[in-house]
């Protein structure tokens, strides 16, 4: 049989690279595997960037055996979606992984699957998602099996080559990591609250969360 | 006037990280401006990793201010495409910045844009990229203005914030990479041929060279 991976995107606004960095590299796996964007609504969505993309419905996937839930800049739209959060509260009486990204853990908390566990969730969404009775851990990547959450957007591609390193050893991890030319170099240091500097921090999290509470219900 | 952003996708197996990271950071720049993926056969399309996403056609965009090029499985078709090449030859007159990433300097190339200047592409795809002309730099992003290149598939992430701090500064480029939470860590240390195992370099190379020259003409 081979494995069915499900990408749940039910933000109205998902973030392009939250469902893009996984699946890169979950796409490289070794093994035999069908791979699904599901959402409530089937059909073309919208990145919050603007690229359209298709999506399957959720009846198109009634067991997979790995979920990952990305992220989106609207997060109280996902966390209320009444659909998404039965469909993933059926997933988890089998599924050996379900996977978060940004703002996806939220989506998780709010179907009531992540109480009293440890996950991570994008910087500015800690409180948030520590309201919904998750024990938030502020790192980048965080397994409390079978949870694997990970920080804001990029952060999915490391959590994907993690889960690929518990799934797949070492060699195979390298050969995707390779593969995709993983060897990060950006321009300057400023991609956590710690390492950037503080106006920017202070301004940064001003406007998302600014963003985000505009959309609270 | 807002500044237009062209994302030219002409392989056959364009490659999704290789569009959606240099979008993540582009279309966060705190400018007005319009972002649009054109390809010479617009409507629904496919990339490498099954993701379907939604292109316009190379008119939409007659002038665009920066064109991104992103790389796919499959260089040889892109290559070869003459609305694909005219399209750039067309942009090359006007374009503050063209951009690519991976495979897509190889399009650039064949288009005869890049002779005698300097780029970079995928670690595995140096020497057909040297053998169109090219002074290849096996850099992780080289710039050679208007020409701007990222190596493989997770690159785009890195040029498209050198480009960022090109254009807006450090305080934008910081703000954007935490934003994104662009702070990489991944499990293990394999993302170069430097510095994966040299048999792990070795069968990838191997896997993906054979791959790309099955296709070629």
Known sequence: MPLTIAFLVSHRMPTALDLVGPLEVIARWPIEK???VVAPDAGLKTFDTGLIFQAASLDAVPRADIVVVPGGSDPYVAMADELSKAWLRAQREHAKWIASVCTGSAVLAAAGLLAGRRAT???TFREPLAALGVEVVPERVVV??????AAGVSAGIDMALELTLREFGRDTTAAIQLGMEYDPAP?????????APPEI??????RIVRFISAQRP
Chains 1, 2 share one sequence.
Do not use: Y
């Open 201 to 206: 921090v202070h301004r940064v999290r001003e």
């Open 187 to 195: 321009p300057i240091d400023a991609g956590s609250p710690d390492k």
């Open 34 to 36: 069908r791979l699904h």
């Open 121 to 123: 969730t994008h910087w």
């Open 144 to 149: 409390d099996e079978p949870f694997i959450s």
